[in-house]
Each structure stands twice: as C-alpha cells, then as structure tokens.
C-alpha cells in the first residue's frame, strides 16, 4: 500500500475556535477513510469514517471532506476544546491489498489553550 | 458494550526473551488486527485474524506470530525479543474486517526491552 501523509505535524488552536487538521493521501484507488484520536497513554479512539462516494460527513462538533481530485481529507473540529486535545490521526483502507490492514498516517497533535 | 481489552498494559522484557500479548474483542466482532506503534515508524500493520485464520500479514519478520481463538480472542507472540522491538502493541476488531469498516483500538501494551 501507499503512505499517507499529514500536512501538519503541530496545531495550537485556542480553546472555542475550529480546528482544521489536514492529510494527503496518495493512493488514489482507497475508497475509505477514517480519523483516528489518539490521547496519552490510550489507543486511537475512533472519531468519523467517510467512503469515497461522499464528499463531507458530519458527526458531533466534527466534519470530514473528501477531496479526491486532489487526494485530500480534512477534519474539522468545531468549538475546540481543552479534551479535543490530542494526536489526530487518518488512516485509509489498503484497497485492492489486505483486509483489515489500515493505512496510517504520522499524525498531528492538536494543542488547545485555555 | 465493553471495548477491546488488552492484557497486560505494560512489559518489560529482555534480548532473548519471548512474550506473549493477549487481545479480547469487542462482542461479536469476528476480525482481530495488530499494529505496532513507535515513535519512529508509526502505526504499522502486523496482521489481521479472522476465524481463527491469519488473513493477512505486514511486513515483519516470522519472529512476530499471532494466532484466534474460536471466542475471537487473540495472541500475538514475539520471539527472540530485540532492543528494536520496543514499542505500543496495538489491537483492534471490527466486525467483519471489510476494506470499509471502522476498527476500534484497545490501549495496547506497553513492551519495553532491556
């Protein structure tokens, strides 16, 4: 499979602003995607998912786009909060490759000031 | 509806040595995965169980193994422990282990080699 990557290693963001964390993908047959929360000393929390036949999904305070002309996803936090900080991770399905195999990429940590 | 378990949280071990993590799914999911995640490489795909059969397999050495049970629960085994293996030992069901559905993480374990 092919890497994914992130724009963004670090994001400070004060506390009741939105977030935007970026990933670039490069694999442009993966038909799946997921954002991934990672807090210290925890495993990756699951936040959204998106297939590549939508553009955007919403969830509770977050949004992921889909832009697969340019092989980009984003996730958006609304209204950020002290506990949304942590690492952000997107992670694709290794399509036409193994199942159960997620590709991930390197992460961006999200820091909120008070 | 209890999350992924994995036993133990921490581990210290030594070159040479073998170890054994355990993994027990979440309720009715049939599809176990293992990651490795280090500050260096990130997430890395390990393998993916199914029905007591390893469907897929990362790009490691035979030093790392894994097998199901027929609960789902899962091992992994490492052998020969190097330095190098230090890392968080990450698994994650899903349901079916399809290219679009989500994986839920547990919190790992903690290998740290002397």
């Known amino acids: 499979g092919e890497s994914v990557g992130l724009h963004l290693p670090t994001l400070s963001v004060q506390e009741g602003d939105n977030s935007i964390i970026n990933c670039a993908y490069s694999n442009s047959a993966s038909d799946y995607f997921i954002w991934y929360k990672q807090e210290s000393g925890k495993g990756p929390q699951f936040i959204i998912d998106?297939?590549?036949?939508?553009d955007k999904r919403q969830g509770q305070r977050v949004t992921v786009l889909l832009n697969k002309t340019v092989k980009h996803l984003s996730l958006q936090i609304a209204a950020t909060q002290p506990g949304d900080s942590a690492v952000y991770f997107c992670?694709?399905?290794?399509?036409?490759?193994?199942?159960?195999?997620?590709?991930f990429g390197k992460g961006t940590k999200l820091s909120v000031k008070p | 509806k209890a999350g992924v378990t994995q036993t133990p949280r921490y581990l210290i071990k030594t070159r040479g040595q073998q170890v054994t993590l355990s993994c027990s799914p979440i309720?009715?999911?049939?599809?176990v995965s293992w990651y490795q995640q280090t500050p260096g490489q990130g997430l890395q795909f390990l393998f993916e169980y199914f029905s007591e059969t390893q469907r897929n397999k990362g790009n490691f050495p035979g030093r790392f193994s894994g097998r199901q049970f027929s609960n789902s629960r899962s091992e992994m085994n490492v052998s020969t422990l190097e330095l190098g293996d230090s890392a968080l030992y990450l698994c994650a069901s899903s349901l079916a282990g399809s290219s679009n559905q989500p994986q839920h993480f547990g919190d790992g374990t903690r290998l740290s080699i002397l």
């Open positions: 309720s009715g999911h049939r599809s």
């Open positions: 992670a694709e399905n290794n399509y036409g490759g193994s199942q159960g195999n997620l590709i």
């Open positions: 998106i297939r590549s036949n939508m």
